[in-house]
């Protein structure tokens, strides 16, 4: 009761905290300068429609890495913490019935179709490299729905994330060499703007992206199918 | 063309109505999917036929969607009706003959 | 007159929601508050178009694709869940 | 108008998640309420980027590249919450994974059976 | 800002408040967890009113099948534990 | 071969429609992203391939078509008269139909098609027998069922997909 009382106590004082915060608060008329340097210079020197892939791939490109590098940790992390339940036993799930198995088989492709889309076109449309990368392990996630005891091919995956991550690097270190610093996006030709082939590096990074992200939630999803029921 | 992408618009979302207003009131949990599948299936098509009159230029992707949904609704509904069924969920007293759980050998 | 009739289907389906929220909260067994949720999930798709068409942004459709091919993905989670299937 | 209503609802969040997981005994049940906080987080950094009258930061032909600067809103705080959501999902994996190592060594998921770090 | 977008944001928010209260307090664990899957889901729309297609479309994709399967996949491997 | 033309086919629409757009370098592209997903699914996306290609299965899908979209309104509008009247009559049952349709995709169009048609739901599809879920049932009998649910969508769908 008492430990009750003081989450209470915490929470009204943040409460007080935030209400301060927000009677202060109104929205500013104008963009902040760094706001408004990325949006009168991204169409110009990157050649990206969508300003925030343009932060995300290239102005904060490293930032990114690292991200890629902390959600490749974790799931070797779940791995790891969960390799020693392994299962022993197989069980036997209830099978997931006829029209779902069918209804798989039919949009599974679609589901993937449409992942490829959101990270191919990243820098022009809403979407990119995470978004589609979750899209792509929904669709694993579908399969896994349909079919719980069908086994996973970890070597596709883990062969995927690796050549991906490589790549990703590679890119990076080429613009390092041949443009204006590390992840820089210029290393290809800008191409018009709003083209599909545009943007410099940006469509290539932001698939390497999003299959490295797809191909990391996939082995997550992966290790933990296949543990022990307890 | 705009007033009749409105009207559709208004048809659609008074189909949602009714699909809430089943929701709310059949009896028990099959009813309430019948109530729920078609009659948010038939409002988000004639909602995104609406959108697709008042902006013609987005039909094609407004046509994506609702084939997605015309897939997915079915079988998304179908798959809980079994697994609601399989779990043994409460049937309204008026429910006449179960022939599914019969044929699993439970009780109906 | 356009703009009436748009308000108009705004609310009904707003109306529309807020009694597939009651279901949510109220509903008696599992089932119906999973019913309830993927009510909510379609009417979310036709509220991501009228954003979409009052913005004036075609480009937020991109959206309501990944809603409506993704949104059903967690029903079937949740009813092989309850048929115990993983 | 909106800004505030989102704002609220926000720090709204935050305050649920933060009280449920003080108060939960179930592990499973504080998990659900930190994810509660996170969305409640990420609603306020989108929040405070936005600006009335203004639309997404994706140039096309509503949205020409010469007048961005007076028609879009900040992408900066978008760019952090995309990349925050999904090392949520990372995060909330992990503590899934957790929850399950410590209900196989104790098959119970009460907080209070744990009790080794307790002070 | 047109009156539309103003009405479905106050109820969008409203019935997220409501989700996530039941998320915290509802008897059941399973419907804990889908009421915090429904807190994401609702979010997404929120978000795209907020001019943010880019996280409306990554909490819509991370939000509705992701998290919700990870909870309910651990939860079922785990049954019976879920009550205490 | 032809198995993997129309899945290829079908994909291949969809990008475009998703990509709005008919550059040289998004046909490109698509054509080849749909050419690994129908190798990763070569074994899945038969079922893309199940419809025959005839004039006469163009028909039936025409036929098909109007049937359907006639069936959705008349089971909404049944719908609304159910709701909407005070004392909600209802007489629910689950009874079981016979469908003579072989391959996966023709049966998965079939449920469907009978989910979302007046006052059905299927439940359940084992072998030869659908489950169907009734709102206001009529008839408890197998084969009076058949010829009140099943037969109006199968006739087409025999021609579509044998």
Redo the contacts between chains.
């Keep these: 009761m008492i430990?009750?009382a003081?989450?209470?106590l915490?929470?009204l004082a943040?409460?007080g905290l935030?209400?301060s915060?927000?009677s202060a608060?109104a929205?500013?008329?104008e963009?902040?300068p760094?706001?408004?340097y990325?949006?009168?210079h991204t169409?110009?020197d990157l050649g990206a429609?969508?300003?925030?892939?343009a932060?995300?791939v290239t102005y904060?490109g490293l930032?990114?890495l690292g991200?890629v590098t902390?959600?490749f940790l974790?799931?070797a992390?779940?791995g790891l913490?969960?390799a020693q339940?392994r299962r022993r036993i197989p069980h036997q799930?209830?099978?997931?019935?006829?029209?779902?198995?069918?209804?798989?088989?039919?949009?599974?492709?679609?589901?993937?179709?449409?992942g490829?889309?959101?990270f191919?076109?990243g820098h022009?449309?809403?979407?990119?490299g995470?978004?589609g990368?979750?899209?792509l392990?929904?669709g694993v996630?579908?399969v896994?729905?349909a079919d719980?005891v069908k086994p996973f091919s970890h070597g596709l995956i883990s062969v995927i994330e690796s050549l991906a991550g490589t790549l990703y690097v590679l890119i990076g270190l080429a613009g390092l060499a041949l443009a204006g610093g590390f992840l820089d996006n210029r290393i290809l030709p800008l191409g018009e703007?709003?083209?599909?082939?545009s943007a410099g590096a940006i469509p290539v990074i932001y698939s390497l992206i999003g299959l490295k992200?797809g191909a990391?939630?996939a082995s997550?999803?992966a290790s933990?199918?296949e543990?022990?029921?307890? | 063309m705009d007033l009749l992408g409105a009207l559709l618009l208004v048809a659609g979302a008074a189909f949602l109505f009714l699909g809430g207003l089943g929701l709310v009131r059949m009896p028990d949990v099959f009813n309430r999917i019948q109530a729920g599948t078609k009659a948010t299936t038939l409002g988000t098509l004639l909602t995104l036929a609406g959108f697709a009159c008042l902006r013609p230029d987005w039909a094609v992707k407004l046509l994506l969607i609702g084939l997605f949904i015309l897939f997915t609704n079915p079988i998304s509904s179908q798959v809980l009706a079994r697994s609601a069924h399989r779990a043994g969920a409460e049937k309204s007293p008026l429910t006449g003959v179960d022939r599914l759980a019969e044929q699993e050998g439970r009780p109906s | 007159m356009v703009e009436t009739l748009i308000t108009l289907a705004a609310i009904l389906a707003g109306a529309a929601f807020l009694m597939a929220l009651y279901r949510f909260l109220q509903g008696p067994s599992s089932a119906d508050r999973v019913v309830a949720f993927d009510v909510m999930t379609i009417i979310g798709i036709t509220g991501i178009v009228l954003v979409a068409y009052m913005e004036g942004r075609g480009i937020y459709l991109d959206v309501a694709l990944v809603y409506a091919l993704l949104s059903f993905l967690g029903v079937i989670a949740v009813a092989r869940y309850l048929e115990r299937g993983y | 108008m909106i800004v505030q209503v989102a704002l609220a609802t926000g720090f709204v969040l935050i305050l649920i998640g933060i009280y449920g997981a003080l108060t939960q005994r179930n592990l499973l049940r504080m998990i659900v309420a930190f994810t509660v906080a996170n969305s409640g987080v990420n609603l306020v950094i989108v929040a405070v980027g936005y600006l009335p009258g203004r639309t997404a930061p994706i140039l096309d032909a509503t949205v020409p590249a010469a007048e961005a600067a007076a028609r879009i809103i900040d992408p900066v705080p978008q760019a952090l919450v995309l990349t925050a959501i999904v090392i949520g999902l990372g995060v909330t994996a992990l503590m899934l994974a957790f929850a399950y190592k410590l209900y196989e060594k104790r098959r119970s998921l009460d907080i209070a059976r744990f009790s080794e770090l307790k002070w | 800002m047109s009156p539309i977008l103003t009405g479905m944001t106050v109820l969008l928010c409203l019935a997220m408040i409501v989700a996530a209260l039941a998320a915290i307090r509802v008897k059941s664990l399973p419907m804990a967890i889908l009421a915090g899957g429904l807190v994401s889901l609702i979010l997404s729309v929120v978000f795209l009113i907020l001019a943010a297609p880019d996280v409306a479309m990554t909490e819509a994709a991370i939000g509705s099948g992701l998290t919700t399967f990870l909870f309910f996949f651990v939860l079922s491997r785990m049954r019976g534990g879920e009550d205490d | 071969m032809i198995r993997l033309v129309i899945p290829f086919t079908a994909l291949y629409a969809v990008w475009l429609g998703l990509n709005q757009s008919l550059a040289e370098d998004v046909l490109w592209l698509g054509a080849a992203v749909c050419l690994v997903l129908v190798w990763l699914f070569r074994e899945g996306l038969t079922v893309f391939a199940e419809i025959r290609l005839s004039p006469r299965s163009l028909m039936a899908t025409l036929g098909f078509t109007a049937y359907f979209l006639r069936e959705l309104v008349r089971a909404n509008l049944a719908l609304a008269r159910i709701v909407l009247s005070p004392t909600l009559p209802v007489h629910p049952g689950i009874v079981m139909v016979h469908t003579g349709l072989k391959s996966p995709m023709g049966r998965l169009m079939l449920a469907n098609a009978i989910t979302l048609t007046p006052g059905t739901l299927s439940v359940e599809l084992q072998g030869e027998s659908l489950y169907v879920h009734w709102v206001n049932m009529t008839t408890s009998d197998t084969e009076a069922a058949t010829a009140d649910i099943v037969a109006g969508f199968e006739s087409y769908l025999k021609v579509m997909y044998g």
């Design positions: 430990k009750r003081l989450a209470l915490l929470v943040l409460g935030f209400a915060l927000m608060y929205p500013d008329p963009l902040n760094t706001a408004r990325y949006a009168e169409a110009q429609a969508n300003l925030v892939t932060i995300i904060r930032d990114t991200e902390v959600l974790t799931a992390i779940v913490v969960l339940s799930p209830v099978p997931g019935g006829e029209l779902l198995a069918t209804g798989t088989r039919l949009l599974t492709p679609l589901i993937l179709l449409l490829v889309y959101v191919v076109n022009l449309t809403p979407g990119g995470f978004q990368g979750a899209i392990a929904s996630l579908l896994l729905l719980p703007f709003g083209q599909l082939f992200v990391e939630f997550m999803l933990l199918s543990t022990e029921d307890l």
